[in-house]
């Protein structure tokens, strides 16, 4: 079949590591745009993007009830009616936070940042699993976990709770009780003055906010308005601050990139929900079809044959942040690239679970806990969800399926009993801390064994990098025509960033960027990190800082420094666009896909306690062996690119390693 072949080109190119028989980048690109028409093993053929369900035999399997697709989508796989966030029912008919809507009419939102009706966190703690407690440990948003007790909130007190509408009150309007929210889900009274407070993740005060009506279009009621925030604008008019999903200045405008594949032009797009149009549904509109149980199938083992769960919005949706943040930073976004490539890609997707080896669990955890929040609680109950409504979970107790974990930390939180699950991450922390100490978060993992990272069974990504990419291609081109040599390239090293040698940042990079920022202080003088350059005319750069020069540094020094961060760090991938050779010193941590690429060849690893020869183990690189390692790192830059569209590969390697993933489970590895 095509689907086998084009899966099979790709895995012979990745296993053998012959990445310049695949420089053009079209073999390497499995998505649906690689094959016009694929076909799995279950039968149904499929063409590139949404077309590919129609042709599979649209509305195949179980049926809605009537008048589910009116405002929902009708899943044939188990006849559920698939509901936009915070509706239920047969039809969608069924408000689960209605006290967080505006009006009977609108979207619920329940973000702290804007007061809400006191009965609206009553109903969105509920919503969201948390039960009282300080802190918040049960809760599925990040948000509650650290911010409900700065919660604001009113209650119109001549009104029933089916009229506790989240519309900010007129100042000064009667019947108006306003109260303080806490982690114990109790009422504290404060007068009107603080009760209108809005104030955001960072503790900023000063906003005032109104009624909807008071700002243009009433913000088209997707949005806060907002007044007074900035004491040097006092004269200011009333704004907009638009939620998630929307945009312009009166929030009249959808904001379409939160839907995956612009819901594959098969729908329409609200904060993240395609209402797909008949017989299509899923998170993307791409299926149109169900299958009949088959429980003695045998999945195919000569490529991964992934399913992706149809998850109820109830249970996860991108959510936004806060009502004013919806907190989409482009280095965290990985999960969403890989996304939206595995919906499109027919060639490894099936929409048959019984013909699957692999199942994703799409299940936004960025969105709910953000960078630094705790992931534990949303991933529990997504993965409760998976294992309570389909029988592929509990067979293999987890070990074929992955999710990813984003934060800055990966799977260090992942609780003990997600341990069978592949986990996808940038942050590869991997030790026996009974060994070797605390970790170098300065906390302990919730796995003390393997840290939070399984080399056997979990995958370190590359985070999404939106510096470079663009320029990766020429750049490696200039590598390969000039045989690696780069007599341009005149610095030794470079570093910028932040440094924290405070002592209440002890744990930050581990203590590499501390330990070289006194390392050159002590080998150069104090002014070294100070004014940035040290070494032989200055071809030492390291910045305490940023810098405009950034993306020029890069692409006029030998070796880039690659430490990691508070959590995993984004400069292996930028050293890798530019062409600089990495300098990685991350004792304990695997880097990205480094059971497939081979770092010992395209780098220079340096452990923590060598850094005082750091500059001598440079210096004694020879120019011969500089360009080798340019042109191994002109084999896999790609990986380290989510593009397509410039070459970008890390889908595919990610795809590799997931494969691999599979033969460890086989081979009763982990």
Known sequence: MVARSVWLAVALCLALLLAPACTAGEELVVTAAAASETSDSGGAVHAAGGAAATEAGGGEGIACAPGCTDRGNCNREDGRCECALGFGGTTCQDPQMPACQASATDLPFWGTFQPKNCECYKQATTFFNCTAGSPMQTCQIGLYQVRLAYARCYSFTDKPVSEQWSDVPEKGAPGVEWNRFNNQFELTKVDEKEGR??????????????????????????????????????DRAPWCECHKGFKGGTCAEVDT????????????????????????????????????????????????????????HSVSSPVELDDNLSDDVPIYSAYWHFMQLMLGDWAVRTEDPWAANLFYIPAFTYAYSSNNFDPAPHMKRVVEWVSETYPFYNRSKGKD???????????????????????????GYHADVRVQGPSVMGKVPKDPIHGCYNPARDIVTAPYNDIGFEDAVDVYAQIVRDKGEAPHRTKLFFFAGGVRASAGHKHYSGGVRQAIAESLKEQFGGTAVSNGKAGLDGDIVFIDGQTDKYRELYNTTKFCLAPHGSGFGIRLSLAMVHGCIPVVIQDHVYQP????????????????????????????????????????MANHYKAYIWEPAHGGAAYNYTLHSLYKRLHHMWGELY
């Open 197 to 234: 407070k809005a104030i955001n993740l960072w503790n900023h005060d000063k906003c005032v906010a109104l009624p909807l009506a008071a700002c243009p279009n009433a913000c088209h009621r997707r949005g806060v308005c907002m007044d007074s925030c900035d004491e040097a604008e006092p």
């Open 257 to 312: 990139s939160g839907c995956p594949n612009n819901c594959t032009g098969h729908g329409s797009c609200s904060r993240g929900y395609c209402h797909c149009s008949p017989p299509h549904f899923g998170v993307d509109c791409s299926r149109t079809k169900g299958y009949p149980p088959r429980p003695g199938n045998l999945p195919d083992r000569t490529r991964p044959i992934v399913y992706v769960y149809e998850l109820p």
């Open 401 to 427: 399926h992955f999710m990813w974990f984003t934060g800055d930390h990966g799977a260090c939180e992942a609780p003990p009993e997600l341990a069978p699950i592949i986990k996808l991450v940038h942050f």
């Open 593 to 632: 896909f480094e059971d497939v690429i081979p770092y010992d060849e395209m780098s220079v690893r340096v452990a923590k306690a060598d850094i005082p020869d750091l500059v001598s183990i440079l210096r004694s690189v020879t120019s011969a062996e500089e360009s080798a390692m340019r042109l191994r």
